[in-house]
């Protein structure tokens, strides 16, 4: 059996108070530290600029906090035995405990509870981020190929079905050209307000369509229909966006933009689009600058410098 010490009780009292105080300033400065309208308050995120983005923030925010508050518990659940039960000049042998069965089955019952409260609301935000109304006010089909991508802006929003008709109806496309020495990087013109669908297509290897200030990206994967939507809520840019999935050579190429305008903005670049023969089509362009050289052009015999 441990020693008992009836002083070191009413110590352990007087100890628990400031504790309790301290936890609860942290918590307090946390939270109010947390706004998405401040870089500090973001917590590494960028500024976020679309509907489902906000979840996904909250989650974030949420989540360094959790770790904040329990990071802040457990080191003062470690240093709080080594320094109140060490052994004190009076003591042949310092306090003696061995069990003690409340503790362990917080220790038990609480990692579990944190993991359950962490994916249920993972899961909601996520099911949140990804749900896709029926009827899009906007329609791209976005293309990744080595080493660009392709954007094709649907002239008629119910193109988008969400299946193998994905890759059909007229297109107004931009698409970014590999023979630059750093590369063209492709601008995504969007409305603000409006439902936007992205279906993904590749026709070679498995990239992954990201914009950072949307919060999303998303697997590119050859033979698969994938896809996400998103509503802007404000206009602005240029918002960068990257390919996530190292793809070969020329992966870090894999560089756009995106420029968030308003509704007739939008309207007018894709009517200009449509009305260009260059970069109008019956149905998505799904090659690009790199397949069009490297595996149509015949004289480069699948070279490409």
């Known amino acids: 059996m441990g020693l008992w010490h ?26 109010a530290g947390c706004s998405k309208e401040s870089e500090a308050g973001r917590l590494g995120m960028p500024e976020i600029v679309t509907e489902q983005g906000d979840g996904i923030l909250e989650l974030w925010q949420g989540a360094w906090i959790a ?5 802040v518990v457990v080191w003062a659940l470690i240093l709080w035995p080594v320094f109140y039960f060490r052994r004190r000049n009076d ?20 990692p579990i509870v944190m993991v359950v409260v962490f994916f249920s609301h993972t899961v909601r935000v996520q099911n949140d981020a990804l749900e896709m109304v029926a009827e899009p006010d906007v329609c791209v089909t976005v293309v990744g190929q080595k080493w660009t991508w392709t954007f094709n802006h649907h002239l008629d929003a119910a193109d988008c079905a ?15 050209d590999f023979n630059s020495e750093e590369g063209n990087r492709p601008t995504l013109y969007l409305p603000v307000g409006q439902t936007i669908e992205f279906d993904l297509y590749s026709p070679d290897v498995i990239h992954d369509f990201g914009i950072p200030a949307f919060a999303m990206r998303m697997d590119v994967v050859p033979g698969y229909d994938n ?33 968030v305008v308003s509704q007739d903005e939008y309207e007018q670049y894709v009517a200009d689009l449509a009305a260009d023969p260059d970069h109008h089509a019956d149905e998505p362009v799904t090659g690009g600058a790199y397949a069009d050289e490297a595996y149509l052009n015949p004289e480069t015999e699948g070279e490409h410098e």
């Open 227 to 259: 896809g996400f939507q998103v509503t802007p809520t404000e206009t602005g840019g240029p918002y960068k966006g990257y390919c996530y999935e190292l793809c070969g050579a020329y992966h870090s190429r894999m560089l756009f933009q995106v420029e």
């Open 6 to 31: 009836p002083e070191r009780t009413r110590g352990a009292r007087r100890f628990r108070r400031p504790a309790s105080l301290a936890g609860f300033v942290v918590l307090a400065l946390a939270l």
């Open 67 to 71: 770790a904040l508050v329990t990071g």
């Open 162 to 176: 969400g299946d193998e008709d994905t890759q059909q109806g007229e297109v107004g496309y931009v698409t970014g």
């Open 91 to 110: 003591d042949e042998i310092p306090v003696q405990t061995r069990y003690n069965l409340p503790v362990e089955i917080f220790y038990t019952v609480f």
